[in-house]
């Protein structure tokens, strides 16, 4: 790299969603300045100690509490649930879920099998016509 360029920089809200941390929760530093690719790839390959423990037991940015909790983005939005949990939190919610918890894993659950069959529908009807398949995943 010529010394008149300048590295690839992200905002630390990017980076911290690329690491899939919460940002409010991460240390100053990393809060206020911008992270260069390399930078964020040395965080990915080497993670400090506060890294590793916010991935360990958070507090989690919603899609994670989404993920972990087996329910939509949506569905934490519909039962008010805030933006953040940490490891507790969330086992506390699997060990003993209330009712929002059961009935958007059912939702989510449902909607999930509906996306399968449609896409087994989509590749039968590809298989039996003679239109090549699209690069869709």
Partial sequence: ???????????????????????????????NSPISRAELEDLRTNPPAWLTELRKNGPFPRDIVARKLGVSNTGLARAEVSDAMNAEEIAALLADPP????????????????NERIKTQQAERRAASNRPAKNHT
Avoid at 6 to 30: D, H, R, S, V
Avoid at 99 to 114: F, H, M, T
């Fill in 99 to 114: 009712e929002w918890l059961i009935r958007e894993r059912e939702n989510y659950a449902a909607v999930l099998k509906e």
């Fill in 1 to 31: 790299m010529s010394p008149d360029k300048k590295p690839q920089t992200m905002k630390p809200l990017t980076a911290a969603n690329k690491l899939g941390i919460y940002l409010p929760a991460t240390p100053e530093e990393f809060r």
